[in-house]
């Protein structure tokens, strides 16, 4: 991708897309949310005059709302971007379909640029960005691949419709832990501020190092990074809540106000159950949240084993012939003298032991010498 020259000439910026570019879980002082797309904003008017009453020359308009799939956004906000005909517009988008089980990244793709081409015709600028590198997420790392597919056909379309890229995938400093917000999710109030920084170097503005290092902390345990994994999903905002997060198919139709991002289903489904009998069930799982987890497998399997083995079989007698003994009869527990041979027998009593002791013989059979 070939540098975009510095653009200081903007006199306006609108924000399309869901939750990443609406700043959730970025508060602002002021209410609501700040997010990368009002930091970038803020860089930007710094490029322009003062005016007569303190104020920057500048307008901006942030439309994202949490929860919109790709085809929302395009019929929801892309008609009002066309009657404000402003300098800049960031246009990001299509993350909540790809985090749909079933999407396709081609299809995507596609409606994405059809989108894009009718930006570009009334909008000065056009930036997207890519999506983030999954690969040390729980749970979201086996969608990588379908990201990195749609993250290659946005580069095309940017190389094909002349539009700026702020690749996200390559910024490094995102995959630390501490530029995701609580539920991994969203970015953290310092990861929109380095990607507010990328956005700013994408359209050529000296905005710092969106790659500086991070100060650095005290090494977690792996008992505790597999704890906290553990707890995240039952804790998280996740596909399929109420409040519109991430790929919501019951997203919300207006913005909503300023709240925590919370599970509303008392119980989860079986995809959000911990299976781990070692950690203890976190607030919000039903009792029967941990089921079929490691520890009450492997009991079952111990009880298994450590059964004692079934008693032998009871044969009854043969009917008597001529020229034989009759059968003894029955002791007290009802059952007839030839039990006693079958249970030393299940015992693995020597036979010739049997006959020399006469203590050991039933009564009604003869010692044979």
């Known amino acids: 991708m070939p540098e975009q020259p510095p653009h200081t000439d903007l006199t306006s910026y609108v924000a399309l897309g869901d939750s990443f570019t609406e700043g959730l879980n970025d508060p602002d002082p002021g209410g609501g949310y700040a997010g990368w797309a ?33 085809d929302q956004v395009i019929a929801e ?12 517009v960031s246009f990001c988008a299509g993350g909540n379909d790809i985090l749909r089980p079933g999407s396709d990244p081609d299809q995507v793709a596609e409606r994405f640029e059809a989108a894009a081409a009718r930006l570009r015709e009334s909008c000065g600028t056009v930036l997207i960005c890519t ?20 993250n290659a056909h946005l580069r095309a379309i940017a190389d094909r419709n002349g539009l700026a890229v702020a690749d996200i995938w390559a910024l490094r400093a995102v995959r630390d832990r501490r530029a995701l917000s609580e539920d991994r999710l969203h970015l953290s109030p310092e990861g929109h ?3 507010a920084q990328l956005a700013a170097r994408a359209l050529g503005l000296d905005a710092g190092d969106p790659e500086t290092p991070w100060p650095p902390q005290r090494a977690h345990s792996t008992a505790e990074l597999r704890r906290e994994n553990l707890q ?33 289903d008392p119980h989860p489904p079986r995809a959000h159950r911990l299976r781990a009998g070692t950690v203890p069930s976190p607030p919000g799982l039903p009792p029967g949240g941990l089921r079929r987890t490691r520890a009450r497998r492997q009991a079952r399997r111990t009880a298994v084993r450590r ?15 001529a020229g034989t003994r009759p059968p003894a009869p029955p002791d007290e527990t009802g059952q007839t003298a030839h039990r006693w041979l079958l249970s030393a027998s299940a015992h693995r009593l020597p036979l010739r ?15 044979t010498k």
């Open 38 to 70: 009002d930091r970038l904003a803020r860089l930007l008017a710094e490029q322009r005059p003062m005016t007569e009453e303190g104020r920057y020359d500048f307008r901006y308009a942030n439309l994202a709302v949490r929860g919109r799939l790709l």
């Open 131 to 150: 999506g983030f590198d999954t690969r040390d997420t729980p749970v979201l790392r086996h969608l990588r691949g379908k990201i990195a597919t749609y």
């Open 77 to 88: 906000q892309l008609p009002q971007v066309q009657r404000m005909e402003p300098d800049l």
């Open 307 to 321: 059964r004692p083995p079934p008693s032998a079989p009871v044969r009854r007698d043969p009917p008597p012939s």
């Open 232 to 264: 995240w999903p039952a804790s998280t905002c996740c596909p399929g809540s109420a409040d519109g997060c991430a790929a919501s198919p019951r997203a919300t139709t207006s913005r909503p106000s300023a709240r925590t991002c919370s599970r509303s």
């Open 353 to 367: 032991n049997r006959r020399r002791d006469p203590g050991n013989t039933p009564q009604g059979y003869g010692v």
């Open 193 to 195: 501020q380095r990607v």
